[in-house]
DNA sequence: ACTTCTCCTATCGAATGACTATAGGAGCCA
DNA sequence: TGGCTCCTATAGTCATTCGATAGGAGAAGT
């Protein structure tokens, strides 16, 4: 019944991945960790959506990856911005300002 | 492909709705005029968006709704805030305010 | 009276995207 | 060997939004 977090992210997963992500290289469940972390723990990304996303924002040239070994010498793949990326980056950031400066007037309304 | 304006609303028209109607009565179009102009034209809701929100909400006990006639004479259902309307428009104002807290911690973050 | 316009409610089909649950490979350690 | 953890991955499901469309009914003009 409850919606739980359902759609807590809608929209904004593709904006924290990329900030995640920054300008370093990360592996999947090292950006699930690092949205979590620069969220103050607000949003905890599941596997699957975390895939699936990466996948589509990979497919969507945003993202490249590439395999090699985590930090505990596991195979991992890791993902890095594209400058398109950053560019949607941009483009997001901007979407979002937008949204709460609306939300911001509509909710001081009586 | 594109995305236009897709999701742009991410969950936040449950939210819109109950503050649009406020403590008055209001029919489906008003409320969707009422929408853009305190989000100051941001947010368009659509009348395929607006009225499954619309019976959705009424179906959960959040508005209750009666025929009666619009400013312009014609046969129209408003719309009217219940009590647990009230509740979760608190709860959703909450939600939102964790959520815009939690995405400017992480976009302030490089 | 008749046509046309606008207002208002309503539904359908499609697409998106997030969740739960599950699977499975592979290194680490006892 | 057996179990733990790390890491990627998919299947199935569900909720929400959109575009397009339908249609009734009063208003306005001729």
Known sequence: MGKNQTNLLQGTL??????AVGDGELHGLG????????TRGTFQVKPGSLFPALHRMEEAGWLTSFWGESENNRRAKFYRRTKAGERQAGVET???????????????AT
């Open 14 to 19: 593709d904006l924290l991945i990329l900030r």
């Open 31 to 38: 950006i699930s960790r690092r949205i979590e972390q620069i």
């Open 94 to 108: 901007e979407q979002w300002a937008t949204i709460t400066q609306a939300m911001a007037h509509a909710l001081k």
